[in-house]
């Protein structure tokens, strides 16, 4: 395993570059033209493998931004890195709009902190806008009998490392929980991390390990009502209306643990600022349609709906929690 990356405090200076105007568009004398956009189709990465909720997410939003845009928005998933990929390949894409990316915000805000970062996340990466939270659930396969949490906190007690917990990755939000988890109650767990949720879940249903934590989706909650997985707990600010019989994290006492994640669009760094808030404006909107607020609603996701002001500091701010985090759980990334 690779060492983790020193967690130094933001100031305010690195707050306010990931809001800064930047040259070109916007920074020209009063009443200039900017340039027209879009001029080509846009390229939407998705930083997780098809077929998890993230994927299912990004290409509603696709679907109604080519309608608001008329363009194309290709969706283009680029897996690895617990997301970290998908996210380098857009810091790296030209700074005109042509080129997103979908992601929670662990590859930003979090990832960084382990190990050696694989781009700058304050000067790479342009927030645009939150698009939703999503509450992370903790699991049980049918490879263990585990009922609930404090049975299975027994468990990985008396056995210490015999039970599997897979995530969708080293750097995950889930693998923060786990780590949390095992910091608090001296329970100690086998990680195993994944690439994304798809094959997890697909994994998790033929029983190839006792335990996950994932993010919610329509998916995961029909298979807990078909009884093909057992959920022991939820990472979330309340129960779910969905599985109010399951509590949260915080109500056994771990708020430390009880954990949701956030998902939003990111640009390159140094797009303009104007061309910033014409995206966030238009991702805003597209989330205000009931039809896509009744399908984020479903799978107990919630739209975010925030400034661009807002969006920006909150990326800034959860970028330093979780570096106080990956400290104090002494997290280490992936050698």
């Known amino acids: 395993m690779s060492e983790r990356a020193p967690c130094r405090p933001l100031s305010r200076r690195q707050v306010l570059a990931w809001g800064a105007v930047a040259c070109g568009w916007g920074a020209g004398p009063a009443g200039a033209q900017t340039p027209p956009w879009p001029v080509r189709p846009i390229k939407l990465v998705v930083a997780y493998p098809p077929g998890g909720l993230s994927d299912t997410v990004a290409r509603w939003l696709a679907e109604r931004l080519a309608t608001r ?17 998908g996210v380098q390949a857009v810091a790296k894409s030209p700074p ?7 992601s929670a915000l662990s590859p930003v805000t979090l990832s960084p902190h382990l190990g050696k970062p694989l781009f700058d996340p304050l000067q790479d990466i342009a927030p645009v806008s939150g698009v ?8 049980a396969t049918s490879a263990t009998p585990v009922l609930d949490i404090k049975s299975l906190l027994a468990a990985a007690k008396a056995q210490p490392g015999a039970l599997r917990w897979a995530t969708s990755g080293t750097a995950s939000l889930g693998h923060v929980m786990l780590e949390q988890l095992q910091v608090l109650t001296q329970a100690v767990f086998s990680h195993i991390p994944y690439k994304g949720g798809g094959q997890q879940i697909t994994d998790a249903l033929s029983g190839q390990f006792e335990l996950l934590s994932v993010n919610s989706s329509p998916a995961v909650l029909q ?12 990472g979330s600010p309340a129960r779910l209306e969905s599985l109010p ?9 771990w708020a430390a643990a009880n954990l949701s994640s956030q998902f939003g669009v990111f640009a390159p760094g140094g797009t303009p600022q104007v ?3 014409r995206l966030h404006a238009d991702l805003q909107a597209v989330l205000s349609q009931a039809a896509l607020r009744e399908r984020l609603l479903a799978a107990e996701c919630l739209p975010l709906k925030s400034s661009l002001a807002e969006f920006t500091r909150s990326v800034a701010q959860e970028f330093d929690a979780m570096g106080r985090i990956v400290k104090a759980a002494r997290i280490v990334g992936e050698s």
């Open 69 to 85: 845009w008329n363009v194309p928005v290709l969706v283009d998933n680029k897996a690895g890195a617990s997301g970290g990929l």
């Open 96 to 102: 005109d709009g042509h080129t997103l990316v979908f």
């Open 132 to 139: 939703m939270t999503s509450p992370v659930l903790l699991l």
């Open 223 to 234: 298979h807990i009502k078909d009884g093909k997985l057992r959920p022991l707990a939820v």
């Open 245 to 253: 019989q399951v509590p949260t994290l915080a109500e056994r006492g």
């Open 275 to 277: 061309l910033l808030e």
